[in-house]
């Protein structure tokens, strides 16, 4: 990090600050007194749907006018309005992919510092300066589609810190990484302030990873005011029963959401010498044979890169196998057909409903209660038995009081379990979920995975791409490890755990 320059830390002030999206009665956050001092670090907390991400997005100034919604009291960074402080505040958000603008490592950290008019000698110095501090020792003519998650992460964090923000804003910057992405964020995180002196807000569930690192801990309840301020150790210590309440891991207690189960059954779906990849000619994960059984959950895991979204999209009929094939079983495909990459949309609705990484890639329309209504409209389903079961699983998914809202103007939690919600409706036979405890509470967690355990319980067979350890422990009746063959993007074989279950 040599020659990295220590900032001007920035103050945050806020008095009686309310932010409430546009259309809704409530308000996101209400009546918040907050004072951040220079270079303090603080992790932000609560329950799924509480603020927090409402707040960072404030103090970054990225907050729409009128028609977004609309502000009381005051939010103040170094004395001025967020959005007057251009420059002054860092935004990183939890998914890596949607941050990463240009197609070489240079030129995407360059981008912010072009937009404050920085002189172009100037960018090239701020580029080198932030790559070395985040540690990714790259060539600048990398290109980004080459890295991984946490490589990734460590780019938009280095994007950040080249436009020299004395706020630097992390919203659940590790929520879509593998362990050691996790650990490659934290620490570049924790070397970029040791050598900036920057001030320093986290947004994130997970307690644990940025203990040691922050020096306050800020909690929010469920309805958007703050229960708690302080040092972490006497926050976790004097206030246990309301971070439990509100949602929060609390470290050393563990979810309670059941365990995995011994299985049998039949295959509903199969994959032979499966070959998978986004492109044809470019092959991640090759010679698979992997099958999902009625009546099970099967857990998925292995690091950022190694295919396991591109495996299970082809599983769900939705990408084309590159070699191979995914068969169907009679029981599934009831008359469509062998191979679901051959259905109609219509017929995938009822027999396999996929869940992607990225929440927003699914909405299309215009609230909650009619994005979970699509797939029955489309299975032509306008009955009363059909609105009481969209009744159920928005109440099922804690997703009832926000009916009437736009589905973009949802925390990231709540776009998850609503993505969720517009799968299940459909009641299909097989169920695909990518990452599907991102931005969970505890609480919201263990209602998913109570649920998820009661489907496979009536006879789905779920497949689940997932990082989060405690989620394959409570549903991981088959666990399969996708690993990359060593040396190359273009994997020719790949290792499936041979026991098929998690150990």
Do not use: Y
Request: proline content about 5%; aromatic content about 4%; hydrophobic content about 45%.
């Amino acid at each position: 990090m040599t020659g990295t320059e220590r900032l001007a830390p920035a103050t945050v002030e806020a008095r009686g600050w309310g932010w409430r999206h546009a259309g809704r009665i409530r308000w996101a956050v209400d009546g918040v007194d907050l004072e951040i001092r220079p270079s303090e670090r603080v992790l932000v907390v609560g329950p799924s749907g509480g603020g927090k991400s409402t707040l960072l997005h404030a103090l970054a100034g990225v907050h729409g006018g009128a028609e977004e919604g609309e502000s009381k009291g005051s939010l103040l960074v170094d004395g001025r309005e967020p959005a007057a402080a251009r420059g002054r505040a860092g935004l990183v958000l939890q998914d890596p992919d949607s941050q990463v603008i240009l197609a070489r490592v240079g030129d995407d950290v360059a981008f912010g510092c072009e937009n404050l008019g920085v002189p172009p000698e100037e960018i090239w110095r701020r580029v080198e300066q932030a790559l070395d501090a985040v540690g990714l020792d790259l060539p600048l003519q990398h290109p980004t589609n080459a890295l991984s998650g946490g490589q990734k992460q460590r780019l938009a964090l280095a994007g950040a810190l080249a436009m020299r923000p004395g706020l630097l804003l992390l919203d659940e910057p590790t929520a879509n990484l593998d362990p050691d992405g996790v650990a490659e964020v934290r620490d570049a995180v924790g070397r970029v302030l040791d050598a900036t002196g920057a001030t320093f807000v986290v947004v994130e569930h997970r307690v644990d990873v940025w203990l040691g690192l922050v020096d306050r801990m800020v909690v929010f309840g469920r309805d958007g005011r703050l229960i708690a301020d302080g040092a972490p150790e006497a926050v976790l210590e004097a206030h246990r029963s309301a971070l439990l309440d509100a949602g929060v891991w609390v470290p050393g207690v563990p979810a309670d959401a059941g365990t995995r189960r011994d299985v049998g059954g039949p295959a509903l779906l199969r994959a032979e010498h499966l070959s998978v990849g986004r492109t044809r000619g470019k092959v991640v994960q090759s010679d698979l044979d992997l099958d999902l059984v009625e009546a099970t959950s099967t857990v998925l895991t292995g690091p950022n890169g190694a295919g396991k979204s591109t495996v299970a999209l082809t599983m769900g009929g939705l990408l084309p196998a590159l070699a191979g094939r995914v068969v169907a079983s009679d029981a599934l495909a009831r008359g469509a057909g062998a191979e679901p990459i051959r259905w109609r949309s219509k017929q995938l609705l009822s027999r396999v409903g996929t869940v992607f990484q990225e929440p927003e890639h699914q909405f299309v329309a215009r609230s909650v209660r009619e994005e979970v209504g699509v797939a029955l409209r489309a299975l032509g389903r306008r009955d009363d038995a059909a609105a009481r079961r969209l009744d159920e699983v928005l109440e099922r998914l804690r997703l009832d009081h926000l009916a009437a809202a736009n589905p973009f103007t949802l925390s990231g939690g709540e776009q998850r379990r609503l993505t969720v919600a517009s799968v299940l409706v459909a009641q299909p036979s097989v169920v695909i979920l990518d990452e599907p405890t991102f931005g969970q509470d505890r609480v919201t967690w263990t209602e998913l995975v109570r649920l998820l355990r009661e489907l496979v319980d009536g006879g789905v067979s779920l497949l689940s791409v997932t990082h989060d350890r405690a989620f394959r422990e409570a549903l991981g009746d088959r666990h399969l490890d996708l690993r990359p063959a060593l040396g190359g993007a273009t994997v020719g074989s790949a290792t499936v755990g041979s026991d098929r279950r998690a150990a």
